[in-house]
């Protein structure tokens, strides 16, 4: 019983990074309409970026290093877009996949030259956890839970009552308006990696902070976020933040019944089952003939 | 020979066929019009297996044909053009061609071992076929040429003439004169009548009135889903509930 | 020196049949197989255990190619029917998960410490031993491979398989069943993947499931890329290219300090190739044949 409750709520935990996670990359398929493979690498970059400020030299708090990190990754996402994504606008999706398949390779390796393989933390005491009867919680997943929140909070703020928020939900919810808007679909798109890049940077250092950094980092976060996207229903913003918790609490509620080692796998398995039954939301829409 | 009996099909909200009846009894050519969006081409998808209907049966020579997958209906004789037409881009016309045919040795991998002359008969065989459709479309110097490189119109004519290398009992015709020049639709017409004097059967489905009048017997007209009206064309066109379907009151 | 050509040639022979496979599978047939690696490690690992546990060499060739082959047939029922980037997705997912269970089901893997010793292929009493054997045996495999692959091409099956390629429902409108079609493309590559596999596996002698992760994918795929408009020897050159070039750095009298980023700023290398390669393939107007999706 005591392990049901403390995977729960450290199913609820992850699944708050997960959501971040997943409502950027949902962002990005819904308005350019392909699979980012490097949205696993902003998450990743994110975090050494946050890493970076926080060692020595620089030494800054967590939270200065957080945002210094989100607005790096911003220009990343940004430069990214413009020197590879932008050229190929009305590629197929299969080449973009395969593009940012590359970028994905080369920010992963780039990460690796710097820093090396080794899996690191960052610099914060390591806190005694508060108890609740038997279930623990740290003050850094308190944190975690707070400023997912606040930022979750802040994005259905952003979309629902901005004018460009307006604007990035019009085009993820209906491809066609895509067309519709013409010379703004440019300015949208910028807001979108905006948005997206932030949502990646924040999760990235929210995960680090949770678990610990390393190069590989982003690939399965990646795939986390996929299946909550296909969970939520593509380009569907707050399905997919539900979807994020799903796939939280059901990585760590499955390994209650699965051996540890396929924790990663959980995800992978969400995916393929997915596609497979979800033929009209996925499929249908996907492959209609004319 | 083709009966459509209370076919419905919907995408979400909409109803693309709603209790659609339609019935080509021995009609040599049947047009099916009606205004944009009533449903004619997700009849054809529905007569084709592309679309499995919600209810209602399809029924071709007297069998139910609605949940059989496309290749099956293909192969008992229904041949189908697409609105936008479809042709294997990097493909040759040649090439094209030779892709429709219902048994084809060559296409599993062990008797292109060991039955290698088999295969290469049926090839033959079928490649003299091929070439006397290209010519009968006026595009036999173009053989070797990619598909891809034909303008709209001849797309039409290689996508016709792909349909046709499969001797199809009934042929699906999905706008055949739609946006192509007055010679063209010519060509298509003479091709068309003399496919129908060797006994072909044809549905239709086109907005050219004209065309309708020239090569169909009997004419369906389709609003919203449904079935509104039927009859001979010329009498068709002047039916005041087929006005009023296209023109409104 | 001739042993370090010796074996860049061993290495290229056996990524050759990996990537004809997936050549087959992406350029003839438009199936984009992101989990081409799973096949490569199933013939490695099948071919290792069953020779490892006394199997003959050329009985275990047979029955890992079987067995990786009989896989790719039952995952093909579920994935096969997805296309484009969902299907490239779910075989990616297929394959992390092969790699867990290699990591994972150590009562047979022996998990993360691999499987070592390995035997040397041998057959009808004789054992390739030196790299000369390999090189050649190899080769010769490659090049029935080829000759295999480039017959059906070649035929009408070949031509079908483009047929699907350029657009699938014209092939379905003519009668194609294309289910079957393309699972025979997708066991075709499979069985050249796991053929490179199992040689793989009796020529480095030990294997470990670190072997067979996304970054093969994707060198594979680089391989495809770079080679694509030439056909299935367009990926063979490819492969000498840029196996030549990976293995190649790893003999470069390089300083010690310097060696521990050679392998991350090469595979950098890789990743920025592969996005220029596309972005020239979209200017060519290539991988149009993909987009299913009409309107
Ligand atoms: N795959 C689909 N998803 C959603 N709605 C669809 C789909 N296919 C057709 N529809 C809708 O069904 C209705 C009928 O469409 P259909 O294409 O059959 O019309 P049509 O009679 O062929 O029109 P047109 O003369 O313009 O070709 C339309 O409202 C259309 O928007
Ligand atoms: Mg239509």
Known sequence: MTLILQSLLDGLIAGSIYALFATGLTLIYGTLHFINFAHGELIMAGAYLAYLFMIPPLSFSPFLSAGLAVLGIIGLALLMDKAVFRPLRNASPLLLLIASLGISLFLQNLAQAVWGAEIRTFPFSLERGLSFGPVVITRVQITILFVAAATILFLYLLLKFTRAGKAIRGVSDNPRLAETFGVESEKIIRNVWILAAALAAVGGVLYAADTNLEPHMGIINLVRAFAAVLLGGTGNVWGALIGGFVIGLSENLGVLILPLGYKDAIAFFIIIILLLFRPEGILGTRWGVR | ?249 | MINYVLHIVIISEIFALFAVGLQLQIGDTGLYNFGHVAFFGLGAYASALLTVHGVPFLVSLVLSLGIAGGIAWLVGFPILRLRGDYFGLAMLGFAEIMRKAFLNEAWLTRGPMGIPGIPRPSFFGFTVKGLPGFAVLYGGLLLLAFLFVHHVVRSPLGRVFHAIRDDEYSATAVGKDTFRLRRVSLVIGTLLAALGGVLWAHYITFISPSDFTLNETILVLLIVVLGSGWGIPGSILATFLVIGFQEGLRFLPLPESFGRIVAPVQQMAFGLVLILLVMRQHLKGLGKGEQLAED
Not at chain 2, 21 to 48: M, Q, Y
Not at chain 2, 51 to 76: C, M, N, R, W
Not at chain 2, 118 to 138: H, I, P, Q, T, Y
Not at chain 2, 187 to 211: P, S, Y
């Open chain 2, 1 to 249: 020979m083709l009966k459509i009996e209370k076919v419905s099909k919907h995408f979400g909200g909409v109803w693309a066929l709603r209790d659609c009846s339609l019935e080509t009894r021995d009609w040599p050519a049947v047009g099916l019009i009606g205004p944009n969006g009533s449903g004619k081409t997700t009849l054809f998808h529905v007569i084709t297996g592309f679309y499995t209907p919600d209810a209602g049966h399809v029924l071709f020579d007297g069998e139910a044909i609605q949940s059989l997958p496309t290749h099956k209906i293909v192969k008992k004789g229904i041949g189908r053009t697409f609105q936008i037409s479809r042709i294997f881009e990097t493909l040759s016309l040649m090439d094209n061609l030779l892709i429709a045919r219902k048994h084809v040795t060559g296409e599993a991998v062990l008797p292109l071992f060991t039955s290698w002359k088999k295969v290469k008969e049926e090839e033959d065989r079928a490649r003299e076929k091929a070439l006397s459709l290209l010519a009968l479309m006026g595009l036999e110097a173009k053989k070797d040429e990619p598909a891809g490189n034909l303008s709209y119109g001849q797309r039409k004519l290689v996508e016709l003439a792909r349909t046709l290398m499969l001797d199809p009992a009934l042929i699906l015709l999905d706008e055949p004169a739609a946006g192509i020049n007055p010679t063209l639709i010519q060509k298509i017409l003479t091709v068309i009548h003399a496919l129908k004097k060797e006994g072909k059967r044809f549905l239709i489905i086109e907005h050219n009135m004209d065309v309708i009048i020239r090569l169909c017997d009997w004419v369906f007209v389709l609003d919203a889903g449904s079935v509104i009206a039927e009859g001979p064309p010329d009498i068709i066109r002047n039916d005041p509930k087929v006005l009023e379907a296209y023109f409104g009151k």
